[in-house]
């Protein structure tokens, strides 16, 4: 649950505002070598949750960034938050024993890729 309210409110905090607030969340069983990631472990089922926004996103080179604890990509005249939403994401993931990628084009969105083993 923690997971899913952190991805929502952080779509929410960078949002756009010349456009409508879009959610998609889907998710299915994959495995290696259909997902294609060398960090997943061979021959076990993962359920992979995509969850995708079309708010502000963010440049390519800070993937990795926007997962440490108090970075931020914006001051906080921009944008509130505390900085450790993505950060506590990743942790849940990591703690039961997933993966978690993440890929962004500055104002066209963002999509989260969560793998947890089944």
Known sequence: G???????????KF??????MRIEIKSRITNREESGLEQLLP???Y??????????GFDAQHREKIFG???RLHSRDEY?????????VKKIVENHNGFITA???PMK????HIYIPQ
């Open 47 to 56: 359920c992979h949750i995509s969850f995708r926004d079309n708010g502000i």
């Open 103 to 105: 890929e962004g084009e």
């Open 15 to 20: 949002a756009r505002k010349d456009l409508p």
């Open 43 to 45: 021959e076990i089922p």
């Open 80 to 88: 509130e938050g505390t900085g450790i939403g993505l950060a506590i």
């Open 69 to 71: 604890v108090f970075q």
């Open 2 to 12: 923690q997971l899913l309210e952190n991805l929502t409110t952080n779509a929410l």
């Open 109 to 112: 969105g963002a999509v989260f």
